[in-house]
């Protein structure tokens, strides 16, 4: 495998992500939604791929992951799936799929599981959600967390800022992941908290933690790819580093795809049978 900075290309399993974290080695993750792209991700030498419930935004363009469901999930990691050989592959829980009860949250992420072919599952919530985690992880099912700005909760907090700056808040978001790490989970999502309350939770904690706009302490980082590539336009939050700028490439290949087009360039004789 011609990945880069990559010499292990044995498959990332859920236990090497704990086994990197005692090593003290960070953990590169990036989302992505479909096969191409999935397997240029995975190409590259990432640890972790999360098919993201931000599909919704970034494939569908609604404004909230809210709208996303269960069978549109499995559509997404299925795709991604097919794209990857080395990366572990998490998939979102989409909101509505796991909050009803523990019976429906097994019963969905079952179906999610054994429909897309993916390596583990991600839900939003500490103990509100706790006994339905269990119960997925019961199935035999690896559960990764997800605490600070949960976006499936948006109409509740009312704004994308950032959680946890005042006691309170922070002191719950340290007992949520004490109980996610007690209940199974392997690792835990933090995003848009406070870097200093972030690395104070990853380092009492022995699974990793994957930070988004939660500085540079945690265990690990995963950004949307489609923002860290510059595709998308008019989304800078303070966290987001552009790697390239792909929006201006494609826009400028297309423009001089219909210039040749209308100018009778393209095809030209070599181009043609």
Same mark, same amino acid.
């Given at each position: *495998?011609?990945?880069?900075?990559?010499?292990?290309? /044995?498959?990332?399993?859920?236990?090497?992500?704990?086994?990197?974290?005692?090593?003290?080695?960070?953990?590169? *993750?990036?989302?992505?939604?479909?096969?191409?792209?999935?397997?240029?991700?995975?190409?590259?030498?990432?640890?972790?791929?999360?098919?993201?419930?931000?599909?919704? =935004?970034?494939?569908?363009? =609604?404004?909230?992951?809210?709208?996303?469901? !269960?069978?549109?999930?499995?559509?997404?990691?299925?795709?991604? !799936?097919?794209?990857?050989?080395?990366?572990?592959?998490?998939?979102?829980?989409?909101?509505?799929?796991?909050?009803?009860? /523990?019976?429906?949250?097994? @019963?969905?992420?079952?179906?999610? &599981?054994?429909?897309?072919?993916?390596?583990?599952? @991600? +839900?939003?919530?500490?103990?509100?959600?706790? %006994?339905?985690?269990?119960?997925?992880?019961?199935?035999?099912?690896?559960? &990764?967390?997800?605490?600070?700005?949960?976006?499936?909760?948006?109409?509740?907090?009312?704004?994308?800022?950032? /959680?946890?700056?005042? #006691?309170?808040?922070?002191?719950? +978001?340290?007992?949520?992941?004490? +109980?996610?790490?007690?209940?199974?989970?392997?690792?835990?999502?933090? #995003?848009?908290?406070?870097?200093?309350?972030?690395? #104070?939770?990853?380092? =009492?904690?022995?699974?990793?933690?994957?930070?988004?706009?939660?500085?540079? =302490?945690? %265990?690990?980082?995963?950004?949307?790819?489609?923002?860290?590539?510059?595709?998308?336009?008019?989304?800078?939050?303070?966290?987001?580093?552009?790697?390239?700028?792909?929006?201006?490439?494609?826009?400028?290949?297309?423009?001089?795809?219909?210039?040749?087009?209308?100018?009778?360039?393209?095809?030209?004789?070599? #181009?043609?049978?």
């Amino acid at each position: *495998m011609a990945g880069y900075l990559v010499s292990d290309t /044995r498959k990332v399993t859920t236990h090497r992500f704990i086994e990197m974290k005692q090593r003290g080695e960070k953990i590169s *993750m990036l989302t992505s939604y479909d096969y191409t792209m999935a397997g240029i991700v995975d190409g590259a030498g990432i640890d972790g791929i999360l098919v993201g419930d931000s599909a919704s =935004n970034v494939m569908a363009g =609604n404004g909230t992951t809210l709208p996303m469901t !269960v069978e549109q999930m499995i559509y997404h990691a299925r795709s991604v !799936v097919r794209g990857v050989n080395r990366a572990l592959v998490v998939c979102d829980m989409p909101f509505g799929s796991y909050q009803i009860d /523990r019976h429906e949250g097994v @019963k969905n992420a079952i179906h999610i &599981m054994k429909e897309s072919g993916c390596d583990a599952l @991600k +839900l939003e919530g500490g103990e509100e959600i706790i %006994d339905t985690v269990k119960g997925i992880l019961d199935a035999g099912i690896p559960v &990764m967390g997800h605490l600070g700005l949960t976006p499936q909760s948006i109409n509740k907090f009312g704004t994308y800022a950032v /959680r946890a700056k005042d #006691e309170a808040e922070a002191e719950k +978001l340290r007992r949520d992941a004490v +109980l996610l790490q007690e209940a199974g989970c392997f690792s835990i999502v933090l #995003e848009k908290v406070p870097s200093n309350l972030a690395g #104070e939770v990853s380092a =009492n904690l022995t699974i990793p933690t994957i930070g988004i706009g939660a500085g540079g =302490n945690t %265990d690990g980082q995963i950004l949307v790819v489609t923002d860290m590539l510059g595709m998308t336009k008019g989304f800078s939050p303070r966290f987001l580093r552009r790697y390239a700028d792909l929006n201006s490439v494609i826009n400028n290949a297309i423009g001089q795809y219909v210039a040749d087009v209308k100018a009778c360039d393209f095809p030209n004789e070599q #181009e043609s049978y």
